[in-house]
T-cell receptor
Framework: DTEVTQTPKHLVMGMTNKKSLKCEQHMGHRAMYWYKQKAKKPPELMFVYSYEKLSINESVPSRFSPECPNSSLLNLHLHALQPEDSALYLC??????????????FGPGTRLLVL | QKEVEQNSGPLSVPEGAIASLNCTYSDRGSQSFFWYRQYSGKSPELIMFIYSNGDKEDGRFTAQLNKASQYVSLLIRDSQPSDSATYLCAVNREGGGNKLTFGTGTQLKVEL
Protein backbone atom coordinates (compact mmCIF):
# COMPACT_ATOMS: atom_id res chain seq x y z
CA ASP A 1 0.00 0.00 0.00
CA THR A 2 1.51 3.30 -1.11
CA GLU A 3 -1.27 5.59 -0.02
CA VAL A 4 -0.83 9.09 1.28
CA THR A 5 -4.06 10.91 2.13
CA GLN A 6 -4.64 14.65 2.29
CA THR A 7 -7.52 16.73 3.57
CA PRO A 8 -9.27 18.82 2.52
CA LYS A 9 -9.29 18.27 -1.25
CA HIS A 10 -10.22 21.89 -1.88
CA LEU A 11 -9.90 24.96 0.30
CA VAL A 12 -10.96 28.55 -0.25
CA MET A 13 -9.74 31.08 2.28
CA GLY A 14 -9.51 34.80 2.73
CA MET A 15 -6.27 36.59 3.39
CA THR A 16 -7.11 37.01 7.09
CA ASN A 17 -8.13 33.41 7.70
CA LYS A 18 -6.23 30.68 9.50
CA LYS A 19 -6.55 27.19 8.11
CA SER A 20 -4.65 23.91 8.20
CA LEU A 21 -3.87 21.23 5.65
CA LYS A 22 -3.50 17.66 6.84
CA CYS A 23 -1.55 14.73 5.49
CA GLU A 24 -1.47 11.14 6.73
CA GLN A 25 0.40 8.00 5.75
CA HIS A 26 0.36 4.52 7.24
CA MET A 27 3.29 3.02 5.38
CA GLY A 28 5.68 3.37 8.28
CA HIS A 29 7.60 6.04 6.41
CA ARG A 30 9.81 8.28 8.52
CA ALA A 31 10.23 11.15 6.07
CA MET A 32 7.43 13.47 4.99
CA TYR A 33 7.41 16.44 2.64
CA TRP A 34 5.33 19.45 1.67
CA TYR A 35 5.44 20.70 -1.91
CA LYS A 36 3.72 23.58 -3.65
CA GLN A 37 2.78 23.29 -7.31
CA LYS A 38 1.57 26.10 -9.55
CA ALA A 39 -0.16 25.43 -12.86
CA LYS A 40 2.12 24.03 -15.57
CA LYS A 41 5.11 24.06 -13.20
CA PRO A 42 6.88 21.21 -11.41
CA PRO A 43 6.42 20.71 -7.67
CA GLU A 44 8.54 22.99 -5.49
CA LEU A 45 9.81 21.62 -2.22
CA MET A 46 8.77 23.57 0.87
CA PHE A 47 9.59 21.46 3.93
CA VAL A 48 11.03 18.07 4.82
CA TYR A 49 10.53 16.23 8.10
CA SER A 50 12.63 13.29 9.13
CA TYR A 51 11.73 11.29 12.22
CA GLU A 52 9.27 14.05 13.17
CA LYS A 53 11.94 16.75 13.13
CA LEU A 54 12.17 19.53 10.57
CA SER A 55 15.09 18.68 8.30
CA ILE A 56 14.72 21.15 5.45
CA ASN A 57 12.96 24.51 5.16
CA GLU A 58 13.36 25.90 1.67
CA SER A 59 13.17 29.51 2.87
CA VAL A 60 9.40 29.39 2.97
CA PRO A 61 7.60 32.52 4.29
CA SER A 62 6.51 32.30 7.91
CA ARG A 63 2.85 32.47 6.92
CA PHE A 64 3.32 28.75 6.24
CA SER A 65 3.97 26.78 9.42
CA PRO A 66 4.56 23.02 9.27
CA GLU A 67 3.97 20.60 12.10
CA CYS A 68 4.63 16.89 12.48
CA PRO A 69 2.65 15.65 15.52
CA ASN A 70 3.72 12.03 14.98
CA SER A 71 5.34 9.81 12.41
CA SER A 72 2.12 9.35 10.44
CA LEU A 73 0.81 12.91 10.39
CA LEU A 74 1.97 16.12 8.81
CA ASN A 75 0.15 19.44 9.01
CA LEU A 76 0.64 22.73 7.25
CA HIS A 77 -0.81 25.71 9.09
CA LEU A 78 -1.74 28.68 6.94
CA HIS A 79 -2.14 32.26 8.13
CA ALA A 80 -2.40 35.59 6.34
CA LEU A 81 -1.83 34.09 2.93
CA GLN A 82 -1.65 36.08 -0.27
CA PRO A 83 -3.52 35.40 -3.52
CA GLU A 84 -0.24 34.29 -5.12
CA ASP A 85 -0.16 31.42 -2.61
CA SER A 86 -3.04 29.81 -4.47
CA ALA A 87 -1.72 26.47 -5.73
CA LEU A 88 -1.90 22.71 -5.37
CA TYR A 89 -0.26 21.68 -2.09
CA LEU A 90 1.19 18.21 -2.19
CA CYS A 91 2.29 15.99 0.64
CA UNK A 92 4.72 13.14 0.02
CA UNK A 93 6.42 10.51 2.11
CA UNK A 94 9.40 8.20 1.79
CA UNK A 95 10.87 5.40 3.88
CA UNK A 96 13.70 7.60 5.07
CA UNK A 97 16.15 10.27 3.99
CA UNK A 98 19.04 7.87 4.25
CA UNK A 99 19.96 7.54 0.62
CA UNK A 100 19.37 8.89 -2.85
CA UNK A 101 17.29 5.83 -3.68
CA UNK A 102 14.43 6.79 -1.40
CA UNK A 103 11.24 6.90 -3.42
CA UNK A 104 8.74 9.62 -2.65
CA UNK A 105 5.03 8.88 -2.90
CA PHE A 106 2.64 11.76 -3.31
CA GLY A 107 -0.80 12.30 -1.86
CA PRO A 108 -3.69 13.62 -3.98
CA GLY A 109 -3.07 17.20 -2.97
CA THR A 110 -5.12 20.09 -1.61
CA ARG A 111 -6.12 22.74 -4.11
CA LEU A 112 -5.97 26.06 -2.31
CA LEU A 113 -7.54 29.30 -3.48
CA VAL A 114 -6.75 32.49 -1.56
CA LEU A 115 -9.16 35.35 -2.15
CA GLN B 1 21.53 25.81 -17.67
CA LYS B 2 18.67 24.15 -15.84
CA GLU B 3 19.58 21.29 -13.55
CA VAL B 4 17.04 18.94 -15.13
CA GLU B 5 15.80 19.62 -18.64
CA GLN B 6 12.86 18.19 -20.49
CA ASN B 7 11.19 19.18 -23.71
CA SER B 8 7.86 20.67 -22.67
CA GLY B 9 6.06 19.28 -25.72
CA PRO B 10 3.37 18.52 -26.46
CA LEU B 11 4.66 15.25 -27.82
CA SER B 12 1.95 13.71 -29.98
CA VAL B 13 2.01 10.01 -30.86
CA PRO B 14 -0.64 7.80 -32.44
CA GLU B 15 -2.29 5.10 -30.39
CA GLY B 16 -0.20 1.93 -30.37
CA ALA B 17 3.07 3.71 -31.12
CA ILE B 18 6.14 4.03 -28.90
CA ALA B 19 6.42 7.31 -27.01
CA SER B 20 9.95 8.40 -26.13
CA LEU B 21 10.40 10.96 -23.36
CA ASN B 22 13.81 12.41 -22.68
CA CYS B 23 15.51 14.11 -19.77
CA THR B 24 19.01 15.50 -19.32
CA TYR B 25 20.62 16.57 -16.07
CA SER B 26 23.64 18.67 -15.24
CA ASP B 27 24.74 17.38 -11.81
CA ARG B 28 27.20 14.51 -12.23
CA GLY B 29 26.59 13.60 -8.58
CA SER B 30 23.05 12.55 -9.43
CA GLN B 31 22.37 9.00 -8.29
CA SER B 32 18.69 8.22 -8.71
CA PHE B 33 16.21 9.03 -11.41
CA PHE B 34 12.46 8.95 -11.19
CA TRP B 35 9.64 9.27 -13.68
CA TYR B 36 6.30 10.57 -12.44
CA ARG B 37 3.09 10.81 -14.45
CA GLN B 38 0.74 13.67 -13.68
CA TYR B 39 -2.74 13.96 -15.10
CA SER B 40 -4.20 17.45 -15.32
CA GLY B 41 -5.38 18.57 -11.89
CA LYS B 42 -4.03 15.47 -10.16
CA SER B 43 -0.91 14.71 -8.15
CA PRO B 44 2.26 13.07 -9.49
CA GLU B 45 2.19 9.28 -9.62
CA LEU B 46 5.43 7.29 -9.60
CA ILE B 47 5.89 5.34 -12.82
CA MET B 48 9.46 4.09 -12.55
CA PHE B 49 12.80 4.68 -10.94
CA ILE B 50 16.26 3.73 -12.13
CA TYR B 51 19.63 3.86 -10.41
CA SER B 52 22.02 1.93 -12.67
CA ASN B 53 23.14 2.47 -16.23
CA GLY B 54 21.16 0.53 -18.78
CA ASP B 55 17.53 -0.36 -19.23
CA LYS B 56 14.84 -1.20 -16.72
CA GLU B 57 11.53 -2.57 -17.91
CA ASP B 58 8.17 -2.64 -16.15
CA GLY B 59 5.25 -3.67 -18.30
CA ARG B 60 4.86 -1.20 -21.15
CA PHE B 61 7.40 1.16 -19.62
CA THR B 62 11.18 1.10 -20.06
CA ALA B 63 13.52 3.52 -18.36
CA GLN B 64 16.96 4.03 -19.83
CA LEU B 65 19.88 5.62 -18.03
CA ASN B 66 23.22 6.75 -19.41
CA LYS B 67 25.21 8.47 -16.69
CA ALA B 68 28.16 9.23 -18.98
CA SER B 69 25.86 11.25 -21.23
CA GLN B 70 23.77 12.51 -18.28
CA TYR B 71 20.66 11.33 -19.98
CA VAL B 72 17.60 9.39 -18.84
CA SER B 73 14.61 8.42 -20.94
CA LEU B 74 11.24 6.77 -20.61
CA LEU B 75 9.79 4.65 -23.40
CA ILE B 76 6.11 3.82 -23.43
CA ARG B 77 5.22 0.97 -25.74
CA ASP B 78 1.76 0.47 -27.24
CA SER B 79 0.76 3.98 -26.17
CA GLN B 80 -2.86 4.40 -25.10
CA PRO B 81 -5.01 7.52 -24.87
CA SER B 82 -4.95 7.00 -21.09
CA ASP B 83 -1.20 7.63 -21.20
CA SER B 84 -1.90 11.25 -22.16
CA ALA B 85 -0.46 13.23 -19.27
CA THR B 86 2.55 15.27 -18.24
CA TYR B 87 5.62 13.19 -17.43
CA LEU B 88 7.99 14.61 -14.84
CA CYS B 89 11.62 13.56 -14.62
CA ALA B 90 13.11 13.90 -11.13
CA VAL B 91 16.69 13.49 -10.02
CA ASN B 92 18.22 12.84 -6.62
CA ARG B 93 21.79 12.88 -5.38
CA GLU B 94 23.50 11.08 -2.55
CA GLY B 95 23.73 13.21 0.55
CA GLY B 96 21.15 15.62 -0.76
CA GLY B 97 18.59 14.99 1.97
CA ASN B 98 16.39 13.26 -0.57
CA LYS B 99 15.65 16.56 -2.29
CA LEU B 100 14.24 15.79 -5.70
CA THR B 101 15.05 18.15 -8.53
CA PHE B 102 12.24 18.09 -11.07
CA GLY B 103 12.27 18.90 -14.73
CA THR B 104 9.45 21.04 -16.06
CA GLY B 105 7.73 17.98 -17.53
CA THR B 106 6.82 16.78 -21.02
CA GLN B 107 3.18 16.77 -22.07
CA LEU B 108 2.31 13.60 -23.95
CA LYS B 109 -0.76 13.34 -26.14
CA VAL B 110 -1.75 9.94 -27.50
CA GLU B 111 -4.11 10.38 -30.41
CA LEU B 112 -6.72 7.91 -31.65
Amino acid sequence: DTEVTQTPKHLVMGMTNKKSLKCEQHMGHRAMYWYKQKAKKPPELMFVYSYEKLSINESVPSRFSPECPNSSLLNLHLHALQPEDSALYLCASSQDLAGAQETQYFGPGTRLLVL
Amino acid sequence: QKEVEQNSGPLSVPEGAIASLNCTYSDRGSQSFFWYRQYSGKSPELIMFIYSNGDKEDGRFTAQLNKASQYVSLLIRDSQPSDSATYLCAVNREGGGNKLTFGTGTQLKVEL
